[in-house]
């Protein structure tokens, strides 16, 4: 093999970026804010970093590819259509670019997730080609990122790209995409568990070279369910060309400070996980914790600008935060505080109660309680208990009002957005139990009646 390609994962946030060497010089594609992991890969793999690839700008989350250019001297890659406000060398679709004798990427333009997207082929014996947000494992990159107005055509360009890709190269070509390992830019759920595809896999299940065009597109317009409300930033901000990100500690806070943060209307966030926050937290504060996709669900619940104060056990938990949220354009905490909740406040810690479907099954035979289904839309279409609310996670801040009165057990389908929730409402002087269990497995089983296909 003339070339090694090194995955780079991100995978709070569902992506991948690429380190492709030929162990003298690489290109990357793709980067992350963060670049100090592609510096530190480059290093480790003894290669200079000559040419950054972008191919698209993209809606979630900050890109590194500015920045990385700045920092190695490469050239800095992205679509002559796509409107910048940077320095680029521009390409487009037919475009060859020589970065070594063994590295010759060949442009493919690859509309759909947006109307300038690109797909760099690496020609050769063994081609591969990263395909972005456009073909993914199993899906496809989702077409209404740029507005309703522009979903249906967009998704037609889409269905157009992926059969483009497999006319123009070999079943044995790698399909190495930047979105679609748990990305809400991928249109649908990919391939379970899929780490690596060809473009004859593709061709057999992907329903964008496996349906017919009318098929397709109506069923990905039809699936296609809310995205994090930060995406709206991420375009101008990547269009401006974002520098490299303030990594350093943020400053500390004492009780004293964070009480007034919190009196401020400020976010407090609680970093622990859920069983750690139920058992004991301080009042007023929310709870996003790292072991799920943190970024994310703040960047999606959060009045943007809204000062963010990390609560984490230990600085590497609050600086792992603080990674996360550069990613999508939340560059500084105001503050941070480390230890336990007892050294953040001198109230007395608040606990939320933590219970199971089997729980709820149980507690409804003998007293009303209110059960509010906090996923998603789609989700709750598949099923859902009968006689629930569903506010979907994203939207409780804004339907406080519609949340039934009295007891609420909030779930979700495993208990990671259904923590975030319960914290929601606590702060807001409801009275919440957690149902910490997974829905799939036990809600049924539990004995609390399932209903099917209804909407929202």
Request: aromatic letters at 6%; charged letters at 20%.
């Amino acid at each position: 093999m003339s070339h090694t390609i090194v995955p780079i994962e991100t995978p709070s946030l569902g992506d991948r970026s690429y380190l492709v060497h030929d162990g003298e010089v690489a290109f990357v594609v793709d980067p992350q804010r963060d670049i100090d992991r592609m510096l530190d890969t480059a290093t480790r793999a003894g290669v200079r970093i000559t040419h950054v690839l972008e191919t698209h700008i993209h809606n979630d989350y900050v890109t590194g590819g500015h920045a990385l250019a700045e920092a190695t001297g490469a050239q800095y890659l992205v679509n002559a259509d796509d409107p910048v406000t940077f320095e680029r060398v521009p390409v487009r679709g037919g475009d060859v670019i020589d970065v070594s004798p063994q590295l010759q990427v060949r442009v493919l333009h690859t509309p759909g997730h947006t109307f300038t997207h690109l797909s760099y082929v690496l020609e050769g014996p063994e081609p591969v080609v990263f395909s972005g947000g456009s073909l993914l494992f199993g899906s496809t990159g989702r077409p209404d990122l740029l507005g309703a107005a522009h979903t249906h055509t967009l998704a037609r360009h889409q269905y157009a790209s992926a059969h483009k890709l497999a006319a123009e190269l070999p079943d044995e070509t790698q399909v190495m995409p930047t979105h679609g390992f748990g990305s809400f830019c991928s249109a649908t759920a990919t391939t379970d568990g899929a780490t690596g595809s060809t473009i004859g896999q593709e061709r057999r299940s992907n329903p964008a070279l496996s349906k017919d065009e009318e098929d397709y597109v109506a069923e990905i317009v039809a699936g296609l369910d809310a995205y994090p409300a930060y995406y709206v930033h991420m375009g101008p901000a990547n269009s401006a060309g974002p520098s490299a990100p303030d990594l350093t500690a943020p400053e500390r806070a004492d009780k004293a400070e964070l009480r007034r943060r919190l009196a401020a209307g400020e976010w407090l966030v609680d970093l622990r996980t859920r069983t750690a926050f139920a058992s004991g937290h301080v009042p007023g504060t929310f709870n996003f914790g790292l072991d799920g996709q943190f970024a994310t669900y703040l960047g999606w619940l959060i009045p943007w600008g809204t000062p963010v104060t990390l609560l984490g056990e230990s600085p590497e938990q609050v600086a792992e935060a603080q990674r996360e949220l550069v990613r999508i354009g939340i560059d500084r905490p105001a503050a941070a505080a480390t230890g336990t909740p007892a050294e953040w406040t001198d109230e007395v810690l608040a606990t939320i109660e933590r219970a199971t479907f089997a729980d709820l099954s149980q507690v409804r035979h003998h007293r009303p309680v209110a059960v509010l289904d906090v996923r998603r839309a789609s989700e709750w279409r598949d099923g859902h208990i009968d006689g629930a609310v569903s506010i979907p996670l994203h939207a409780l801040l804004q339907g406080l009002d519609q949340v039934p009165d009295g007891e609420v057990w909030v779930h979700c389908a495993g208990g990671y957005r259904a923590s975030i929730a319960a914290s929601l409402l606590a702060a807001h002087g409801r009275r919440v139990v957690h149902v910490d269990d997974s829905f799939a497995e036990h809600a049924a089983a539990a004995g609390l009646p399932l209903v099917q296909g209804q909407a929202a």
